[in-house]
């Protein structure tokens, strides 16, 4: 009858002088152990802005707004939808693009707040026959430099070569096409019409 009374004063007496198992937090910070997948952050080095983090985000936490009248893209993080599950980083084709930081409290009341977004913006390519979007220009700049010597084979991958040395003129789409926009940035539907309409 005694013993349980005897625990139980050991156990008070071991936890009196022992040290507590809790944080102060919020006062003294929390720091997290480096394998902690807190909210996600783009690096602006890797990140090609080709939105595979946004077509794989379970909840839809993370959205691509493209805009033609200034040729960019912004991809945005919320994270109050996000669930630190990690899909964006283990997706991410380049896999540094995007990487979760041990960040992971949101301590706001405005959910429109700026902390609760994550954004970078991508310089994208129009097409210069129908004005569709080819893609983010870091994107086909990552694509060529993995195809190496035979990126030289597209039009596209060359004028990304050709505009580190000189200056390009972006043409405004056309009623139709010709057979000189071959070698101008053209979407794949576009580039079709071309080489048919040159062969017949």
């Known amino acids: 009858m005694y013993l349980p009374k005897l625990r139980e ?27 902690y997948r807190g909210f996600p952050k783009y690096n602006p080095e890797y990140c090609i802005g080709c939105g595979t983090c946004a077509q794989v985000c379970p909840t839809n936490a993370i959205r691509v707004y493209d805009d033609k009248i200034t040729a ?17 980083n283990e997706k991410c084709i380049t896999g540094q693009g995007i990487a979760p930081s041990l960040e ?24 210069e026959c129908c004005d569709e979007i080819i893609a983010c220009k870091n994107h086909l700049s990552w694509i060529k430099d993995r195809l190496g010597a ?9 004028l990304l070569t050709q505009e580190k040395f000189f200056g390009l003129e972006v043409s405004r789409p056309k009623e ?14 576009c580039r079709q019409k071309i080489v048919v309409a040159d062969e017949f």
Do not use: W
């Open 176 to 189: 139709r096409v010709r057979r000189e926009d071959y070698m101008k940035y053209v979407c794949a539907r």
């Open 72 to 88: 960019t893209r912004k991809l945005e993080v919320e994270y109050l939808s996000c669930i630190h599950c990690g899909q964006c």
């Open 150 to 158: 035979k990126a030289y084979a597209h039009p596209n991958f060359m």
């Open 104 to 127: 992971y409290a949101l301590p706001v009341f405005d959910t429109k707040a700026p902390e609760v977004f994550e954004s970078i913006e991508q310089e994208l390519v129009i097409c």
């Open 9 to 35: 004063i050991k156990e008070a007496l071991t936890s009196f002088f022992t040290a507590p198992y809790t944080t102060k937090f919020p006062v003294t910070p929390y720091q997290p152990e480096d394998e």
